[in-house]
């Protein structure tokens, strides 16, 4: 079992800066990958991206390629979000779950936050 809680989420101007943090706690949670994911109002939820379970690689959605970086720090049990040069589209509740695999699809993430909201103001 992973018990998964974001942080960091606020009201932010457009081009502005946020680092999101996600404290996991489980015996096994860093075998897993984890990713991002963020919803907006009315919106299917979007892929962000992820991160390997030894944090070697990354991968992103290609909105957010260039502006956001996923970090982990094992030793602390967290996984950061970085965003910079924010944008009203960026507007979201962001999520980060655990997953036994490396993928885009929220359906094979198997543990999940309880989100955080995001708000970018133009």
């Known amino acids: 079992q992973v018990q998964l809680v974001e942080s960091g989420g606020g009201l932010v101007q457009a081009g502005g800066s946020l680092r999101l943090s996600c404290a996991a706690s489980?015996?096994?949670?860093?075998?897993?990958?984890m990713g991002w994911f963020r919803q907006a109002p009315g919106k299917e939820r979007e892929f962000v991206g992820a991160i390997t379970w030894s944090g070697d690689s990354t991968y992103y959605a290609d909105s957010v390629k260039g502006r956001f970086t996923i970090s982990r720090d094992n030793a602390k049990n967290t996984v950061y979000l970085q965003m910079n040069s924010l944008k009203p589209e960026d507007t979201a509740v962001y999520y980060c779950?655990?997953?036994?695999?490396?993928?885009?699809?929220?359906?094979?993430?198997?543990?999940w936050g309880q989100g955080t909201q995001v708000t970018v103001s133009s």
């Open positions: 779950a655990a997953s036994g695999r490396l993928s885009t699809r929220g359906t094979e993430y198997d543990y």
């Open positions: 489980g015996r096994t949670w860093r075998r897993y990958y």
